[in-house]
DNA sequence: GTTGAAAAGAATCGACT
DNA sequence: AGTCGATTCTTTTCAAC
């Protein structure tokens, strides 16, 4: 799909704040109200905004601890299996399957120490799971929303360079 | 700051959908559109709920790559230099000094595998940069919203143990 | 593709329990 | 703390450009 600047500029204002009014969007885009409705509905229907979400502290919500966790897995692991395993555990908030000696990269939010090594004691347990390497977050420097800048896509020069 | 149930809960379902409307909210927790409206307000002034973000599919602004970048730094750099010196790059969505052999990793968004490398190579140039340690995301397994999931804070058993 | 107006619906505020 | 009702603003739809 093809997204034109003035979508871009729509995402980016519903990115900063999702509950704006399409008359506000449209007032900082420079379009009408309805037309921002129109695209906004279009650029959900089509996945390119997937939803709205609440941006939470997560200190306040009790998740004061964070870290980073490499597995090494079994050779025939395939990444369904990890994710099947890793999604059973909400302090899992993030994973992917990376290059390198480690086989996947899990990102855990705990509300403490001993609670990211008993998540971390679970995970292990797993049959494929040979192996585990952590690395407690000692403080966080970026956290920035998804998607909060937009690229030129594939034509042009890529953001920032 | 205190949270009860009633604001865990509209935390839920404000992350679930910020544009819910406050009617809406109170008729999934129990309370009247002006009491969640009044309780959002508070979360809002506390701190809780930081802002309101639309949730956007990165493939869609030609996000197509990403990357985790281990940081090895000269002795006395400061989580302060790092933070200075990521937040000039788009592409770094994440970053947190860690326990372990690395000082930082760093979590990297790009167009594609080339842009990634232009963007570590710029970082790396950076004084304070011993040496770096890239993996390139194969393929992401969780990306859960921060603060989907609410652990009961402090007391009581943490979330899902 | 766009705009503008009208009807339905939501947010907001005050008074009250 | 909570609800209810009135006003104002927003969303939504539709006709027209």
Redesign the interface.
Known sequence: ?E?DRLD?DI?AA??????ATFADIGHQVGLSASAVKRRVDRLRE?????????????Q????TT?A?VELFCQGKTK?SD??LA???????????????E?D???HI???DVR?VE??IERIAAESFVVRT??????????????????????NGS????
């Open positions: 799909m997204l871009r995402i519903l990115v900063e704040d999702a509950r089509t996945g390119a905004i997937t939803g709205f979400s609440a941006r939470v502290a997560p306040a919500l009790g998740w964070e980073y990444p990890i994710a890793v999604a059973k555990f909400p302090e899992v908030v993030g994973a992917a399957t990376i290059t390198g480690a996947a990269l899990l939010r705990a509300t609670h008993r998540v390497k952590s690395s407690i977050v000692l403080s966080r420097l970026v956290d920035a929303p998804p998607g909060t800048t937009v690229p030129e896509p594939r890529p953001a920032q360079l």
